[in-house]
């Protein structure tokens, strides 16, 4: 049974500041790791998606992956409350379909 | 450029109806997956059409089953239904390459079981 964890939160924050948001996954074969924001109500949107190990920035978003711990995390730099969001991660591996976790509530306060 | 659109929003539906939902998928993308989404979990993977034929299935009944048309677009259909199949239903789109597993969802379906 693949698995993704993450803590569901929730994660509260200031504004402004640096939001980190973590992932670990079963699945040694994955292969390819994504970020998705849902706001309540709504549809998850696509933020961030990363492959090999190290960070990939966009913007104020930088995805970290280390695959030899299993772990994939999100950075949000200068937090706005826009960004409050439940936040999920899910990971794909030979049968190239997602599996996603429950998410993380971050919530940032002005 | 259109993204994926469903259909219809909201439904409210009895114990034991059948249900159809609909989806379109961007512009470009041939392969059509559905989740369910309950309140407060994550999207599970209930199952992928491509060129018109199933794909790949996730740990649902029999009772969900599927379609996929000429112009990608599919239906997801729900016989028998359950008050637990109450959730938001996601149908995500993605390219023909297997290897780029990026999905992009419409805005969901919400269905109500009463």
């Known amino acids: 049974q693949k698995e993704v964890e993450q803590n569901s939160g929730p994660l509260s924050v200031p504004e402004g500041a640096i939001a980190s948001l973590n992932c670990t996954y079963s699945?040694?074969?994955?292969?390819?790791f994504f970020w998705y924001r849902q706001y309540s109500g709504k549809s998850p949107e696509l933020i961030m998606s990363?492959?090999?190990?190290g960070d990939k920035e966009d913007g104020r978003f930088t995805a970290q992956l280390n695959k030899a711990s299993q772990y994939v995390s999100l950075l949000i730099r200068d937090s706005q409350p826009s960004d409050s969001a439940t936040y999920l991660c899910?990971?794909?591996?030979?049968?190239?379909?997602?599996?996603f976790g429950r998410g993380t509530s971050l919530i940032v306060h002005p | 450029d259109a993204g994926v659109t469903q259909s219809p929003t909201h439904l409210i539906k009895t114990r034991g109806q059948q249900v159809t939902l609909r989806c379109s998928p961007k512009?470009?993308?041939?392969?059509v997956s559905w989740y369910q989404q309950a309140l407060g979990q994550g999207p599970q993977f209930i199952f992928q059409?491509?060129?018109?034929?199933?794909?790949q299935r996730g740990n649902f009944p029999d009772r969900f089953s599927g379609h996929q048309f000429p112009n990608y677009s599919s239906e997801l259909n729900v016989n028998a239904l359950l008050l637990g199949d109450s959730a938001l239903y996601l149908c995500?789109?993605?390219?023909?390459?297997?290897?780029?597993?990026?999905?992009?969802f419409g805005q969901g379906t919400r269905l109500t079981v009463v």
């Open positions: 995500a789109s993605s390219p023909t390459d297997f290897m780029n597993t990026e999905a992009f």
């Open positions: 699945d040694r074969v994955s292969q390819s």
């Open positions: 990363i492959y090999s190990n």
């Open positions: 899910a990971v794909s591996g030979g049968s190239y379909i997602p599996t």
């Open positions: 512009s470009g993308h041939d392969t």
């Open positions: 059409y491509y060129e018109e034929e199933e794909r």
